[in-house]
């Protein structure tokens, strides 16, 4: 979540970053939204952060989509919820 949450970061603007984040039906869901999506300055990164964080996430069974109606850019990350009882 590291990488999508400071992307965020870096590409907010006034009104700053919301996260939510929820668990329902053993699935955990984290919300990022952006009021403004601007581009990080150039030379900050190589541009592969999203690329591995989004592969990570889906070897565990998860999704990430990315949605920018409204005047405004969403990252949701699902999860299945981790089985810690060996189930």
């Known amino acids: 979540f ?10 907010a603007q006034k009104g700053g970053v919301t996260v939510d984040v929820a668990v329902r039906d053993a699935v955990v869901t984290v919300s990022i ?5 601007k581009k990080a300055p150039h030379g ?4 592969i952060g999203f690329h591995i964080a989004r592969t990570i ?4 069974y998860g999704q990430v ?7 405004e ?11 810690y009882h060996g189930g």
């Open 44 to 47: 900050n990164g190589f541009g």
């Open 73 to 83: 850019f969403r990252t949701l990350i699902t999860l299945p919820q981790a089985d």
């Open 33 to 37: 939204q952006n009021p403004v999506l």
């Open 2 to 11: 590291y990488n999508f949450l400071h992307n965020a970061l870096q590409s």
């Open 57 to 60: 996430i889906e070897a565990h």
């Open 65 to 71: 989509t990315l949605d920018n109606r409204r005047e």
